[in-house]
């Protein structure tokens, strides 16, 4: 089946367990401020693929990966937006018994989601921020998508990572904090939470993109900061 990735590594290490094999899918329609990869954005660019040849790649590092507990992850852009193309390659790869980790913000149609999640190990799962108009300001999209794919990975009982990056001034505070910690004890597949401290390392390709950076001006959280609320996460 076709689709169209931005790119792809072979030894990814912070996407899901173990070694990764990290695909990176072309599309988003989100516009987070933090963005790193906004040239993920625009659809139907990048290198256009098949599953069966992405699955022909993966194949030579089967062996490392399965070694290290790792994987096949997939990320974006936001890889829904070309579900039937990622669950395609999620079926390929559970057929060679790997394990399966998709990155995403949640926002597609329960259709799609599902159709995905059928094939899918683990949910590494954006939250971007867990106040609805806080959500709005940071993606430009509305909260909704985020608690509607929780209920669908625990009606599937799929394993979930939640992933908050901390952007100072936006999500840097305790509230956010016991607001996912509230999350967590309602789904019981909530195995993990992982904070992400803000960078700019992507700010580069928004000026080539001829686009405005509005957290020009935000620093990196103090590791004071990322201490504090690493602390208040609850076990
Ligand atoms: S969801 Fe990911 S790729 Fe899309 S705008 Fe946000 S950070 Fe960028």
Redesign the pocket.
């Known amino acids: 089946m076709k689709g169209f990735i931005h790119s792809y590594e072979t030894c990814g290490a912070v996407d899901g367990p173990g070694v990764r094999f990290v695909v990176f899918t072309q599309g988003?329609p989100?516009?987070?401020k933090?963005?790193?990869?906004?040239d993920?954005?625009a659809p139907n660019k990048g290198q256009e693929t098949t599953s069966e040849d992405l699955i022909s790649k993966i194949e030579r590092y089967k062996v490392f990966m399965n070694n290290t507990g790792g994987g096949l992850t997939v990320s974006?852009?936001?890889p829904l937006m070309q579900a039937e193309f990622v669950a395609d390659l999620f079926k390929k790869a559970k057929e060679q018994n790997l394990h399966t980790a998709l990155d995403t913000?949640g926002v597609s149609s329960p259709d799609r989601v599902k159709s995905v999640l059928e094939h899918t190990d683990l949910l590494l799962l954006?939250v971007k921020s867990t106040d609805p108009n806080m959500y709005k300001t940071l993606?430009g999209a509305t909260i909704d998508y985020f608690h509607r794919i929780l209920d669908l990975a625990e009606e599937k009982n799929v394993e979930i990572w939640l992933r908050l990056v901390v952007v100072p001034g936006f999500t840097d505070t305790l509230d956010e904090i016991e607001k996912i910690n509230a999350i967590k004890r309602k789904y019981s597949n909530i195995s993990k939470v992982e904070l992400l401290p803000f960078h700019k390392m992507g700010e580069f390709k928004w000026a080539e993109l001829g686009l405005k950076y509005e957290l020009a001006d935000t620093m990196e959280p103090e590791l004071e900061v990322m201490n504090t609320l690493n602390n208040a996460l609850s076990e």
Do not use: V
């Open positions: 988003c989100l516009r987070c933090y963005c790193h990869n906004p993920t954005w974006g852009g936001e913000s954006d993606t």
